[in-house]
């Protein structure tokens, strides 16, 4: 990711990111994964604020809102510091699950590092269960997800999938859609 | 402490004081409402401003939370371009989560480069950028009236979390200009209202300002006119109402006593000028008259005649008559005297009975003698006063200015001079006035001088005549009677000086000297052994006046140890009857010593028969005037009768003066009469030759057969009375 950082700096002035690079070096590196997993755990949370599920998911105004993680990475990590926090009213709990797990009980499920031959199964599975799926691996709404997270001149950014959502009977705000690229399955 | 201003706002005119007054309270009023108003107005203005930012503010914070959220600047610009593009909004400034600058816009024309967060730069650090929200927070209500610029900072929320702040300017301009409108209406109701207000209170001041000015302008006028019979119309019943009614009585008051005042004046100047008693001047405004016509009569070589006339025996009059009498009788003579002259001449009373008149522009003495003479005349006919009639005459002294003097003094001196003759001519006419007459009068000054030293010099002696019992023939008492034996003029008789001495003062020494010589002579009588025979001493009217009758007499008889009942007093009717209390209780007294009182002249005078009885008088001394006529009038006779009689019942001893000759003798036996004194027996003689008479002969026998032993002077005298 050292890249991104350049870039970002860029945007900015030329001298303060040399001297960020020149002073701050090796340990700024290290921190570099979660930092970048941070900013899309928050996206996550964000999101899920302006995202209507469907009627009848949430048994109380009280009830949780489960989010579910599958796969390897950080991304679960990043989620974990939202645990507890509410969204609409609904307590966010954070489950880390196994592929081949049942959903049942999940409402928001995040995809990350899973291999793409296995993702098809779990789409399929979130969508007979109505999940709002969420993944930063590429093209993840192109492939039938319904937010992918992706990465645009150094800003993470996201692309929806509506047809996904409306066939999940998500309903997305007109200003999350505004910030987002639309896409379609098998653009 | 004195304000500088405070004797000046003291100084100025009542109306302007409340003028004053009512333009401060409503201008204070006005201004202070004014001002509460335009706050108020300014309160909502900014009010309304500032909820259309926080409205703004909140429409933008709202539809950039996603952008925030997700940190994505575009969108949010998005938001923001179309709501400011429109109004008057100068800048929008988004902050993000970590209180970094987010989106800044800067509306395109708008510059305003006081604005906190312009300044910074895109990466300023957190602690700049909350320190420039601070300053935007603390001065978003100055910045708008004084730095042109609106502000408003509103928290961005998403899901009750704050997520980022919105900063808003906007161009205070529109809510200046609104509250400027707002101060000039404001001024100008305020300048509307004042001058309305100026013309109320100069209407409305004149509620006090103008009965005090009214109150001011009466008193101002009678200050003026000094007319204090002015008086104010109340305008109203308030205090000022109150304060007319106090001018109106204070002006009562003054009135009332300016007019005492002037009485009082008028009356001092009756009492300087004129004679109260008469109304007529006084000597005073006469002597200012008389300078003056004198004055007049010069230029114009005029004469003026200078009139004085005087009441004979008025002194009389008033003594038996009473004061009161005296007074009807002179206010009825001073009437007769305005009767007489002309309008241009004037009449005074100079005191007494003396009156005085002069005449302007008299042609010549022939004149001055036709007034005189009419004067005479007014007093032919009696005065009437009451019920009762008296008939009194006048002296007139006449002169002439220029001739007989030139000034006031001398004419009304030779006028004295001149009716001092009229009375010596027998009374009740007028003369006028000649040289000679000066001379006589000149002489009388001498006479005086001469009497005050004679006493001194022992220049009187006394002569004594008896008094013989009709019965028994025998001498009673002698009449001691003074003469003053002049070095120039001789022997004088006492109505040659006894008036003199009594105008001067003398006669109290005169007749201390004669009361003091006759009981040492009656005295050296008794002394003698001879027969006890009463001596006669004559008091004046003056010594009852002086009140010490009783004093002198005392002292007299003391001094020369001689027994009281060998003194009689002999006393005229008018001093009888002047003074009657103190008169009777001395006579009472000096009876209860045992001296005889007897009635001198008695007849002439006016006397009260009525209260004659309440004297104590032992004798009265039938006047000579009437033995004299009685054997030839008939009415004299029947007096003399008549006084015999009564005095006969009163139970006094009755004496005869003036018996001159043997019928009238016979006669006053025949009445019953009890003593005689005259020339029949012996006139008036020394000590000496009168004890010749204290025997226990009958003088009478002696006298009707021509004896002898009468004194050949008695003799003689007979021989000269009846000459």
Redesign the interface.
């Known amino acids: 990711m050292p890249a991104i950082r350049i870039r970002r700096c860029r945007l900015?002035?030329m001298l303060?990111a040399l001297l960020c690079l020149l002073l701050g070096g090796a340990g700024r590196l290290l921190a570099e994964a979660p930092q970048e997993y941070q900013?899309k755990g928050a996206?996550v949370f964000?999101?899920a604020?302006?995202i209507e599920w469907p009627t009848g998911v949430f048994s109380g105004s009280g009830a949780p809102l489960v989010v579910c993680s599958i796969g390897r990475g950080p991304f679960t990590g990043a989620l974990e510091q939202y645990r507890g926090k509410?969204?609409?009213g609904h307590p966010l709990q954070v489950r880390r699950m196994q592929p081949g797990e049942e959903l049942g009980e999940c409402h928001l499920l995040v995809v990350s590092g899973v291999e793409k031959r296995y993702l098809a199964g779990i789409l399929d599975q979130a969508r007979k269960r109505s999940l709002l799926t969420v993944s930063d691996i590429p093209d993840f709404a192109r492939l039938g997800g319904i937010i992918g997270l992706v990465e645009v001149e150094g800003?993470v950014?996201?692309e929806i999938n509506v047809k996904a959502a409306q066939q999940s009977r998500f309903k997305i705000?007109s200003?999350?859609l505004?910030?987002a690229r639309i896409v379609r399955e098998g653009e | 402490m004195r304000r500088p201003g405070e004797k000046f706002i003291r100084n100025l005119p009542l109306q302007r004081k409340l003028m004053l007054i009512i333009m401060g309270c409503c201008t204070a009023t006005l201004f202070v409402s004014s001002l509460f108003f335009v706050a108020r107005e300014a309160k909502v203005l900014y009010r309304n401003q500032q909820e259309y930012l926080v409205s703004l503010a909140d429409m933008i914070g709202r539809?950039s939370?996603?952008?925030l959220?997700?940190?994505?600047p575009k969108?949010a610009l998005d938001t923001i371009r179309p709501v400011t593009e429109k109004g008057n909004i100068l800048a929008v400034y988004i902050l993000n989560k970590d209180g970094r600058l987010f989106v800044r816009y800067q509306a395109a024309g708008q510059v305003h480069t006081a604005l906190p967060l312009e300044g910074l730069p895109?990466?300023a650090s957190q602690d700049q950028v909350a320190e420039a929200v601070r300053q935007v927070t603390s001065e978003a209500y100055t910045s708008s009236f004084l730095s042109g610029y609106a502000s408003v900072v509103r928290p961005i929320r998403?899901?009750?979390e704050q997520i980022g702040t919105v900063v808003i300017h906007a161009n205070a301009s529109g809510f200046l200009n609104s509250l400027r409108w707002n101060v000039l209406v404001a001024l100008g109701f305020m300048a509307v209202t004042f001058l309305v207000f100026c013309l109320f209170s100069a209407r409305l001041q004149l509620m006090i300002s103008a009965p005090l000015l009214g109150l001011l302008a009466a008193m101002k006028e009678i200050s003026a006119s000094k007319n204090f019979a002015l008086r104010v119309t109340k305008p109203c019943d308030d205090e000022i109402g109150l304060l007319y009614d106090g001018f109106n009585e204070m002006l009562h008051e003054i009135e009332e006593r300016d007019q005492i005042l002037r009485q009082r004046q008028a009356h001092l100047q009756q009492l300087a000028h004129y004679d109260p008693l008469t109304r007529l001047p006084n000597r005073t405004l006469f002597y200012d008259r008389l300078a003056q016509a004198l004055f007049h009569a010069e230029r114009a070589r005029e004469a003026v005649a200078v009139i004085f006339i005087d009441l004979d025996h008025f002194k009389d009059i008033n003594d038996t008559l009473g004061h009161r009498t005296g007074d009807l009788l002179l206010i009825e003579v001073a009437g007769r005297l305005g009767t007489v002259v002309r309008s241009c001449d004037t009449v005074a009373r100079l005191g007494g009975d003396e009156f005085t008149i002069f005449c302007q522009n008299v042609a010549n003495e022939e004149n001055a003698a036709l007034v005189a003479q009419k004067l005479v005349a007014l007093f032919a006919t009696p005065f009437r006063l009451g019920s009762s009639e008296i008939r009194v005459t006048a002296s007139v002294g006449v002169t002439l200015f220029p001739h007989h003097g030139k000034t006031v003094d001398e004419l009304l001196m030779n006028a004295d001079i001149a009716m001092y003759h009229a009375k010596g001519c027998g009374k009740n006419v007028f003369a006028l006035f000649d040289k000679r007459m000066n001379e006589h009068a000149s002489e009388r000054v001498t006479l005086l001088a001469d009497l005050r030293q004679a006493v001194e010099l022992g220049q009187f002696v006394l002569h004594y005549q008896p008094k013989v019992d009709l019965l028994t023939g025998k001498v009673t008492s002698v009449e001691s009677l003074v003469r003053w034996m002049h070095p120039r003029l001789g022997m004088l008789a006492p109505d040659k000086f006894i008036r003199l001495a009594e105008e001067s003062g003398m006669i109290a020494e005169l007749t201390a000297w004669v009361l003091r010589t006759a009981c040492l002579q009656a005295k050296a009588w008794q002394d003698a052994n001879l027969a006890p025979v009463r001596v006669a001493v004559n008091l004046s009217p003056f010594h009852f006046q002086r009140q010490d009758v009783k004093q002198s007499v005392c002292a007299v008889l003391e001094a020369t140890g001689l027994d009281p009942t060998l003194l009689e007093i002999e006393i005229t009717e008018s001093a009888l009857m002047q003074n009657d209390e103190y008169t009777c209780r001395v006579l009472r007294e000096l009876r209860e010593m045992g001296i005889t009182i007897s009635v001198d002249d008695f007849g002439t005078g006016y006397s009260s028969l009525s209260y004659l009885h309440r004297f104590p008088i032992n004798t009265l001394k039938i006047d000579r005037t009437f033995i004299l006529n009685m054997m030839k009038s008939s009415e004299d006779q029947a007096i003399v009768t008549a006084i015999i009689a009564m005095a006969k019942s009163l139970k006094m001893q009755i004496v005869a003066e003036g018996v001159e000759s043997v019928d009238q003798l016979e006669a006053l036996k025949d009445q019953g009469c009890h003593e005689i004194q005259g020339f029949l027996v012996s006139r008036p003689v020394n000590a000496e030759r009168v004890a010749r008479f204290f025997t226990d002969e009958d003088h009478l026998q002696l006298q009707n057969s021509a004896a002898q032993p009468l004194a050949e002077g008695t003799a003689q005298h007979l021989v000269n009375g009846k000459a």
Not at chain 2, 69 to 72: L, Q, S, T
Request: glycine letters at 6%; a positive charge; hydrophobic letters at 45%.
């Open positions: 900015g002035l303060p900013v996206m964000n999101m604020k302006y509410t969204v609409l800003r950014r996201f705000s200003q999350l505004k910030l | 539809n939370a996603p952008a959220a997700f940190n994505d969108p895109d990466w998403l899901d009750g």
